[in-house]
């Protein structure tokens, strides 16, 4: 099946910096993929719609400004959290619509990045 | 708006017994339903899903769920549930391109 790599697995970073987490789907073109954030014994909640050549769009109550998205290729997206604050510290997921959404196939995810701010 | 309710969030149960999840969904046309599973660290997986067709979709891993547009749920079954089994599940409902997923239900089995 379709793969999602999704890289680093685990960040720790000083409050205060940027950090840059990558989505990629490896044998198939994704057009859109989107970013989960995932509090511990929580859901998973979107943050983020990533499409191919255009803005993200953000769900209501989201920093558009801290959390920057890029989709600047169709096989990869990525995530930067700027000037991370402890706060920030989740587990972030990407996931990626396979082709032929949703008739032949599904959103494939990826490993998850846990980041620490410390 | 598509909402997904999963009323238990912690469930234990029996290595052997049998295993049903609960899963209620809220949108406005034909849904798209699917069950994930999420291991400790891990990124999700896919069980199953289901678009249209039989009601009772048959997945991975031995699982099985059931689609009641009556009832608007999708219930998560397995039979015989094993150690490994133990795990979190999500149970999402998609649309064009928006998945929402429910808050989760977490799988204890005990010996």
């Known amino acids: 099946g379709a793969v999602v790599s999704q890289h680093p697995s685990r960040v720790i970073c000083k409050s205060g910096t940027s950090v840059k987490i990558e989505c990629r789907s490896l044998?198939?073109?994704?057009?859109?993929m989107f970013w989960y954030r995932q509090f511990p014994k929580q859901s998973l909640m979107l943050m983020a719609t990533s499409n191919e050549g255009s803005k993200a769009t953000y769900e209501q109550g989201v920093e558009k400004d801290k959390f920057l998205i890029n989709h600047a290729s169709l096989t990869l997206s990525t995530l930067t959290v700027t000037s991370a604050h402890p706060e920030d510290s989740s587990f972030y997921i990407c996931?990626?619509?396979?082709?032929?959404?949703?008739?032949?196939?599904?959103?494939?995810f990826g490993q998850g990045t846990r980041l620490t701010v410390v | 708006a598509q909402s997904v309710t999963q009323p238990d969030i912690h469930i234990t149960v029996s290595e052997g017994a049998s295993l049903e999840l609960r899963c209620n969904y809220s949108y406005g046309a034909t849904p798209y339903l699917f069950w994930y599973v999420q291991s400790p660290g891990q990124g999700l997986q896919l069980l199953l899903k289901?678009?249209?067709?039989?009601?009772l979709v048959q997945g991975i891993k031995g699982f099985e769920a059931e689609f009641k547009r009556s009832q608007s749920s999708f219930n998560l079954r397995k039979p015989s549930v094993h150690w490994s089994d133990a795990a979190e599940y999500f149970c999402?409902?998609?649309?064009?391109?928006?998945?929402?997923f429910g808050i989760g239900t977490k799988l204890q089995v005990i010996p």
């Open positions: 999402a409902v998609g649309g064009y391109q928006k998945v929402t």
């Open positions: 289901y678009f249209s067709g039989d009601t």
């Open positions: 044998d198939f073109q994704a057009t859109t």
């Open positions: 996931s990626a619509l396979g082709q032929d959404y949703p008739l032949n196939t599904e959103a494939f």
